[in-house]
């Protein structure tokens, strides 16, 4: 399984970047897939989360109205748009795959198996 992140970049505090999530060898309609970032010095952290059914949305209280995930079935493809940036939103961000398809998953990164490389994203003026 890979996973491909991308989209990242530098940013301007209150720009707007759209995040990216291929995956070879798993189809992204079968599984919870949840984006995390991991700033300097810090453990990676629950942003948002998509349901195998894609018609749950889960978001932490730190992004929750900025940020907004979502899957295109077809290109199989999952999206973090990130509106209203913050220099607080420096990190690398990462998507992430359970091991189990089908399945409800907690929002915690020991839940979830498979990640991507990460793509950097920095918001400074």
């Known amino acids: 399984v890979q996973l491909q992140a991308s989209g990242g970049g530098w940013v301007q505090p209150g720009d707007s970047l759209r995040l990216s999530c291929s995956a070879s060898?798993?189809?992204?309609?079968?599984?919870?897939t949840a984006w995390f970032r991991q700033a300097p010095g810090e453990e990676k952290r629950f942003l948002a989360g998509i349901t195998w059914t894609g018609n749950q949305r889960y978001y932490a209280d730190s992004v929750n109205g900025r940020f907004a995930i979502s899957r295109d079935d077809a290109k199989n493809t999952v999206y973090l748009q990130m509106n209203s940036l913050k220099p607080e939103d420096t990190a690398v961000y990462y998507c992430?795959?359970?091991?189990?398809?089908?399945?409800?998953?907690?929002?915690?990164?020991?839940?979830?198996?498979?990640w991507g490389q990460g793509t950097l994203v920095t918001v400074s003026s």
């Open positions: 992430a795959l359970p091991n189990e398809r089908y399945a409800s998953v907690s929002w915690d990164a020991r839940a979830f198996f498979h």
């Open positions: 060898g798993r189809t992204f309609s079968r599984y919870a």
